[in-house]
């Protein structure tokens, strides 16, 4: 005769299989932030005429449709970001700027002009 394995424990173990199964992304991790888009950063280094009074907040849109919010330090920034166009929105007290780049691997640093527009 042969042993019966029980519904409960068939139903229980396709279950555990399937929770094991799941992957749970890291913390803080989005769906934008895959390794295949860390490798392909390129480092962008931006630099404010004249310098900020006091940091600011950038905000970077990119063509792909990422999005990311980083505070400036008064004389420059630095940014890790895809190749492409990317919009820029520099925010000052109530008041904002915004500039546009094409980023590209060697590009040269951004140098924004802050003066009167």
């Known amino acids: 005769m042969k042993p019966r394995t029980s ?3 068939l139903s ?3 279950l555990l299989l399937l929770c094991s199964a799941c992957v749970q992304p890291e913390p803080g991790a989005t769906a934008a932030q895959t390794p295949a888009h860390d490798a392909a950063r390129v480092a962008v280094h931006v630099e404010f005429v004249p310098p900020l009074a006091a940091p600011a907040r ?3 849109e990119h063509e792909c449709g990422e999005r990311q919010v980083v ?5 420059s920034v630095d940014l890790m970001l895809l190749p ?4 820029l929105v520099l925010e000052i007290g109530g008041s904002s700027r915004e500039n546009t780049a094409r980023v590209a691997a060697g590009m040269p640093p951004i140098v924004w002009q802050l003066g009167r527009q």
């Open 7 to 9: 519904i409960r424990a």
């Open 12 to 14: 229980s173990g396709v």
């Open 58 to 60: 950038l905000c970077i």
């Open 71 to 75: 505070a400036t330090g008064c004389a």
């Open 84 to 87: 492409g166009p990317v919009v």
